[in-house]
């Protein structure tokens, strides 16, 4: 009977308290609004999101071309200038796709990545949801279209990319590190071993002196790297002495779609190249900011706030990312809506006022989901290469509209103060508060 007894209560939890008839009239009308959005949009939406699953062509084309014998970096699929960049370990992770065809790929990362959504929409909605006394399900419902709709993340589905395992990497391990799990620190470790990027969230380890999970997540990225060299020696040595270095590899640094710092410079500088000087200070400055507010953040308990600042680094500061890659927005958009139906902010700029604070983190947050649904970016210009640039001063801020906001959120993104999740079932609120 204790066990129905748990099973009944955790049940009870995630459906909620029961609604009076004028909360059941007010979600009817906000799951209708979302609805209604959601079928609007995706009708204006300027770029269409669905994208052949391009980059999982590439994928299972390099790996089947790979495993045929020929040299991994020298794949080209159909003649589009397009091949792998990863790490190789990450190649032998993906050679499983080597044994499926094109259709039965593409529905088992559709899957996937549909299925990481709702997990990490989960992570950062339910605790909102308890807090303001609403049914985790329903909030969950709710949140997930959005999301879906949201450029970084239909993009990354639309393409076949790995940006959502990425990010569940990340998450799984501040889950294990809230649980005091030895192995925290893996996850990102693999996520280093897949795409680069993620190094930064070690150095946000180091910095809040989780030196244990600093030291776990390195390891696992030079263990993976150290299996890779043992499989293929020379294409380990071909990556890290050659192709990592050759960006244009990826495509052009100011294509539109390169909405991180390089992105943005080497577009003001066109048609000359890119000053890297000034890159390079922009990315020490993002970097202090960025991680010293990550570190506060971690300090105040919001663990959430603290990894997504962390994310926007990552984005800002490697020479290449995609809108595909710009998933810690998805975040940021969580906490503003937290903070927007009150959730109590710590050192912010606007001192005791939180009713402002709480407007302007709703009108933030409905400006930038607003235009990641509709994808405001492409009404400045297409993704190709050799595009032409918008003249003025607006066109020119409409082409760097997604840094724009990572830059105002890594300087603005509120940091909550610790609050309770009440009435949640010991494990469920371990799993997934993010304060």
């Not at 990102?188 to 070690?202: M, R, S, W």
């Not at 180091?206 to 890779?228: E, S």
Request: glycine share 10%; hydrophobic share 55%; proline share 7%.
């Amino acid at each position: 009977m204790r066990g129905g007894g748990q099973v009944g209560r955790a049940v009870r939890e995630l459906l909620g308290p029961p609604a009076r008839p004028r909360d059941t009239v007010v979600r009817l009308a906000l799951a209708a609004t979302v609805g209604l959005a959601v079928w609007v949009v995706s009708h204006q939406v300027p770029y269409p999101s669905y994208k052949d699953w391009f980059d999982l062509r590439v994928y299972q084309g390099a790996v089947t071309w790979w495993l045929d014998g020929q040299p991994l970096y020298a794949f080209d699929l159909d003649g589009t200038g397009y091949g792998f960049t990863y790490p190789p370990f990450a190649a032998l992770l993906m050679t499983p796709l080597a044994a499926l065809t094109y259709a039965q790929a593409a529905a088992v990362y559709t899957t996937v990545n549909v299925a990481l959504v709702v997990l990490l929409t989960a992570w950062f909605v339910v605790p909102l949801a308890r807090r303001r006394g609403w049914a985790p399900w329903f909030a969950v419902a709710l949140a997930v279209p959005v999301v879906l709709l949201m450029e970084p993340v239909r993009e990354t589905i639309g393409f076949g990319q790995v940006n959502l395992l990425l990010g569940g990497l990340v998450a799984a391990d501040v889950l294990a590190l809230r649980r005091g799990w030895r192995w925290a620190g893996v996850g990102t470790g693999l996520a280093i071993a897949v795409k680069l990027t993620p190094a930064v969230f070690v150095l946000y380890l180091a910095l809040t002196r989780q030196w244990r999970a600093a030291g776990v997540a390195a390891g696992t990225a030079v263990l993976t790297a150290l299996l890779a060299f043992l499989v293929s020696p020379q294409l380990s040595v071909q990556f890290w002495g050659t192709t990592l270095w050759e960006t244009g590899r990826v495509g052009e640094l100011d294509q539109i779609s390169n909405q991180s710092l390089m992105g943005a410079v080497a577009r003001l500088a066109h048609p000359a190249d890119p000053g890297r000087l000034l890159w390079a200070v922009l990315v020490l400055v993002v970097g202090v900011v960025g991680m010293r507010r990550a570190v506060r953040a971690h300090h105040a308990g919001d663990l959430l706030t603290a990894v997504t600042l962390v994310g926007l680094v990552s984005c800002l500061v490697s020479p290449v990312s995609w809108t595909h890659h710009l998933y810690w927005l998805v975040p940021a958009v969580a906490v503003l809506v937290d903070v927007a139906a009150g959730a109590p902010v710590v050192g912010s700029p606007l001192g005791g006022r939180p009713r402002v604070v709480a407007r302007l983190a709703g009108a933030t947050a409905a400006v930038v989901t607003a235009s990641l649904c509709v994808g405001t970016l492409w009404y400045y210009g297409d993704p190709g290469k050799d595009q032409p640039h918008q003249p003025g001063l607006l066109g020119g801020l409409g082409e760097e509209t997604y840094v724009l906001f990572m830059l105002v959120l890594l300087v603005c993104l509120p940091v909550r103060a610790a609050v309770r999740t009440p009435a949640a079932p010991p494990a469920s609120a371990d799993v997934l508060a993010v304060h």
